[in-house]
């Protein structure tokens, strides 16, 4: 979390030192379009237009990054969830509950797509899902919940996540991770409180 204010932060920094480049070239532009001391015009050019198709895209891209900016934060203050950490291995998943102090691997089993033991979650139970990786990059993919992240390793990635059904949903390692991509799959277990 602390991590993540100051990434925040840094962002926040560099936003407000790059942001001065840009105003200082509309400051002159807008200077030069307004005045005519003793610049020469071609016929061809039209220096509305230019200003026109400069401005545009350029407020685009910052209105783009202060979304990103806002969803950032948003992200680090959701209300209390409950934290799963997952960590992608050659070639089984391991799940870690912090708050219920269990921690398990999860295997495959017999079955196709089916694994020893399951990720239990609770419907309408806000979680945070920590995803990484201890050895390759791996792929946490639930396609039913729309879920896909990446474990990479000594990266820690994390999305939030609410299952709103209950049952039994499958999924797979969505990345190329080994020969034995194919032996990991996920199964996630919603049940009611």
């Known amino acids: ?10 962002v926040r920094y560099m936003f407000l030192i ?6 200082w070239v509309f400051v002159v532009m807008l200077g030069q379009v307004f005045s005519c001391r003793g610049v020469i015009a071609l016929g061809n050019e039209d220096r509305l237009l230019e200003f026109v198709w400069t401005f545009i895209p350029t407020m685009l891209t910052a209105i783009l990054c202060y979304l990103n900016l806002q969803y950032l934060t948003y992200e680090s203050v959701l209300p209390d ?13 391991t799940y870690e509950l912090p708050g219920e102090g269990e921690c ?18 609770t419907v309408n139970t806000p979680y945070r899902l920590l995803v990484t990786s ?9 396609p039913e919940y729309g879920i896909k992240i990446d474990g990479i390793p000594g990266r820690i990635n994390q999305v939030y996540f609410c299952p709103e059904r209950l049952g039994v949903f499958v999924g797979y390692c969505s990345e190329l ?3 034995g991509h194919a032996y990991m799959p996920i199964v996630i277990e ?3 409180c």
């Open 1 to 10: 979390m602390l991590y993540n204010l100051l990434y925040l932060e840094l």
């Open 18 to 23: 790059g942001s001065f480049i840009p105003a």
């Open 81 to 93: 969830s409950k934290v799963v950490k997952i960590v992608g291995r050659q070639w089984y998943w």
């Open 104 to 121: 398990y691997d999860s295997y495959m089993s017999d079955f196709v797509n089916g694994v020893d033991k399951p990720l239990r979650l």
């Open 134 to 142: 201890a050895d390759v990059i791996h792929s946490f993919s639930v």
């Open 177 to 179: 991770c080994g020969a």
């Open 190 to 192: 919603v049940v009611g």
